[in-house]
């Protein structure tokens, strides 16, 4: 794997971290915690690992953590 590669994934998956901490209040502080130098940045690289935009990638999570503490029904 080449390092530009592995640095990308990388912030893809600290990215997905913080936004499962919910440290973050939006996107884009994320985005510049990790050191993108836009959104646009950021956005393009999410969707290249995750196929999803990120704002639809934080719905997710916050459905998983609702699912986690039983709050949903199956």
Not at 7 to 13: A, C, E, L
């Amino acid at each position: 794997m080449p390092p530009q590669l592995f640095i990308r994934v990388r912030r893809v998956n600290e990215a997905l971290r913080m936004m499962h901490s919910g440290s973050y209040e939006r996107l884009s502080d994320v985005a510049y915690a990790l050191n993108y130098y836009d959104q646009s940045h950021f956005i393009r690289d999410m969707k290249m690992f995750s196929w999803v935009s990120p704002k639809h990638m934080a719905m997710k999570v916050s459905e998983f953590h609702s699912d986690l503490t039983g709050s949903s029904y199956l």
